[in-house]
């Protein structure tokens, strides 16, 4: 029988993982002695410094050699390369099957939606989607021109209703301090 092989990405992560458990938990330099000093790491400067030194006793530094697999970094948790997107043409460059797309900050929210509508298309994963009240709108507007209109006019009423039960009370105005009254 044939066994199914892993993927490489799960190789990587499986690597990943057992190269942190390996690794120590980096304090800063006398964290432990004093409670005004958080555990945080900060390089430390000092000329006796001790874990600068790399004294024998003393507790490790961050270097080089706790570096991760190289197969392993810049992967995603999910296990894709992740590929910025700024446009809608830049989903062209990204393999469904290793990539996936992250949009950028930068895009506003109608480039978003198409990017995001192309992005399902293409059957491409975004890592970072955010599903607006414009898209979701889209959608439903697309799903509802095989629905009745009767149905479609009835949905609009509906969140018509609910805006207007979400508008907020006047606030009660303060009264002022008389002058020679001090204010609270």
């Known amino acids: 029988m044939t066994e199914k092989k892993p993927s490489l990405s799960r190789e990587a992560l499986k690597l990943r993982a057992r190269a942190k458990n390996k690794k120590p938990k980096f304090v800063r330099a006398e964290s432990w002695k004093y409670d005004r000093f958080s555990l945080s ?99 439903e507007t697309e799903e509802a021109e095989g629905e009745a209109p009767e149905a479609v006019e009835q949905k609009a009423t509906e969140e018509k209703s609910k805006k207007e039960t979400k508008k907020k009370a006047p606030k009660k105005a303060k009264p002022k301090p008389k002058k020679g009254e001090k204010k609270q």
Do not use: C
């Open 41 to 139: 790491w900060r390089k430390p400067r000092g000329l006796d410094n001790k874990i600068r030194r790399k004294i024998k006793g003393w507790p490790p530094g961050p270097s080089m050699g706790y570096k991760g697999p190289k197969i392993a970094r810049f992967l995603h948790p999910s296990g894709y390369r992740e590929v910025m997107v700024f446009n809608v043409a830049d989903l062209s460059t990204v393999d469904s099957n290793t990539q996936a797309a992250r949009i950028s900050h930068t895009v506003g929210k109608r480039k978003r939606a198409l990017i995001i509508a192309e992005a399902k298309n293409l059957k491409i994963k975004i890592l970072n989607i955010k599903v607006s009240k414009e898209t979701e709108n889209k959608t």
